[in-house]
């Protein structure tokens, strides 16, 4: 797995993951909380 920013100007935005060989990727961004932070995934794709 690999993760990298979706625009590099913008390092705490968005975020990919690509997996399974580069076959899948996810889309995500982190919501930071003091309670409960989320993962919230936007886009996700795997063939």
């Known amino acids: 797995m690999s993760v990298e920013p979706v625009q590099f100007t913008r390092p705490s935005g968005a975020h990919v993951i690509y997996f399974d060989h580069g076959r899948g990727w996810l ?21």
């Open 27 to 47: 889309r995500y961004h982190f919501t930071r909380r003091t309670a409960a932070p989320q993962i919230v995934i936007d886009e996700c794709y795997w063939q």
